[in-house]
């Protein structure tokens, strides 16, 4: 499953035209404390920290954007002005483990960085929804939202605050300290008593300023006419404060309380806040473990066993060397072959042969070598005649 998701990612992104990247798993804690925010979870409770014999603070990295900006900046990737990159590996992040939720965890991701346009969220968009279509995924459900620029989100932030100050004692602990630190979490909060208190108030949509409310309507229109299904969700907030405008999550319905398949969204500020150009960017990061668990849950896919095309079987020792040049020759004009390599009867063979659903058995007997020939069995048909032992690969092909 893993190979299969991965082969499917290089696959898929490389079409659209992203390129791999691969950064380091341990890097500066400082990164992610100015990149996803002083103020959330991942930082503040959830990344693991050591300090090395340099006295350096390093984290193992809980994410994959904040690295990949570092790295665009450092190494001066945005110079064909789009950079389009995709990333795969383990991500660490220590939260109570539960269904979908583990300390190591492994992303999917993408980041695609030098450009304002709303093409680039809905490219985005349409090539993780493809992957998703290429693995037979069929029952996630897209959520989307915008939540403005700064200067949108800071309005809705002051609002926001003024609205919950005086309901303080109706939220729950966790919000009333984000009340404080980061009041714009409050907004997705489990907590049936923070939902109530927040049913009615302020949201991100009523505080856009023209140029976010056209993108965010670009975005939809684009989307729409593209046959991309999708639901606004006015109350998504992500986790990670460097989201500016677009914000989407993928839910699938057979991952439980841990329901988002993938997130991601627009963080125009961050490569400017890093020291870089003022360039927009935007990207998605898939769980892949959950991406396993929603696939396996729908059972369109599993797990199949690569089928052996030729088992080539002995029948005496003296014709094993024989059969081994054979396999080591067959495999490499590309037939799939295998051979025992313990000194097990022929019947055992053939039930090994039989176990690993080999299309067809070559059975090497003193005999038959004599005459330069192997005896030729289809597994399936149970017929058998023998074969010139130098046509062995053609007949084999011939009858795959
Ligand atoms: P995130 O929402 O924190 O976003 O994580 C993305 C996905 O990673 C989640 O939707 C989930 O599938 C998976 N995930 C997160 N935490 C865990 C965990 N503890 N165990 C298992 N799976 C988990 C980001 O990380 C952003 N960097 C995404 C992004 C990329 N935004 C823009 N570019």
């Given at each position: 499953m893993w190979q299969l998701l991965e082969r499917a990612s290089r696959d898929v992104f490389e079409g659209f035209g992203y390129e791999e990247i691969r950064t380091p798993i341990?890097?500066?804690a400082a990164l992610f404390q100015k990149g996803v925010g002083e103020g959330t979870d991942i930082v503040n409770k959830e990344m693991y920290t050591l300090t090395d014999k340099g006295g350096r603070s390093l984290a193992?990295?809980?994410?994959?954007t904040a690295p990949i900006v570092r790295s665009y900046i450092e190494n001066r990737l945005g110079a064909d002005d789009l950079a389009k990159l995709y990333y795969l590996g383990p991500m660490f992040r220590s939260e109570r483990p539960q269904k979908g939720r583990s300390r190591q965890f492994h992303q999917i991701g993408v980041e695609a960085i030098g450009s304002f346009s709303a093409y680039l969220d809905v490219e985005i968009i349409v090539m993780m929804r493809a992957l998703f279509k290429r693995l037979t995924l069929d029952e996630f459900k897209i959520k989307l939202c915008t939540l403005g620029c700064d200067k949108d989100k800071a309005k809705l932030a002051k609002e926001l605050r003024a609205f919950l100050e005086p309901e303080k004692?109706?939220?729950c602990d966790d919000c009333k300290i984000r009340l404080k630190k980061?009041?714009?979490?409050?907004?997705?909060?489990?907590v049936e008593s923070c939902r109530v208190v927040l049913r009615n108030s302020p949201k991100a949509k009523d505080f856009l300023c023209p140029s976010c409310t056209e993108h965010y309507d670009k975005l939809k229109a684009m989307l729409s006419s593209l046959k991309i299904d999708f639901k606004e969700d006015p109350n998504m907030v992500r986790g990670?404060?460097?989201?500016?405008?677009t914000v989407f999550e993928v839910t699938h319905?057979?991952?439980?309380?841990?329901?988002?398949?993938a997130a991601g969204g627009r963080y125009d500020n961050l490569v400017g806040d890093f020291g870089g150009a003022r360039v927009g960017a935007a990207g998605f990061a898939i769980g892949a473990e959950r991406l396993i668990m929603a696939l396996s849950a729908e059972k369109n896919i599993g797990l199949q066993d690569k089928m052996l095309d030729l088992y080539a079987a002995t029948?005496?020792?003296?014709a094993r060397d024989e059969a081994f040049k054979s396999v080591i020759a067959l495999r490499r004009q590309g037939i799939y072959c295998e051979m025992n390599m313990?000194?097990?009867s022929l019947k055992a063979q053939m039930r090994e042969a039989n176990r690993k659903k080999a299309a067809f058995t070559a059975i090497f007997g003193e005999e038959e070598l004599g005459r330069g020939e192997v005896v030729l069995r289809s597994?399936?048909?149970s017929e058998q005649r023998n074969v010139k032992l130098s046509d062995l690969a053609k007949e084999v092909r011939k009858g795959l």
């Open positions: 341990l890097e500066e193992l990295r809980p994410e994959g004692n109706r939220l980061n009041v714009l979490r409050t907004l997705d909060c489990k990670l404060d460097y989201y500016t405008r319905p057979s991952l439980g309380a841990q329901d988002a398949v029948a005496g020792p003296a313990r000194d097990k597994m399936k048909t």
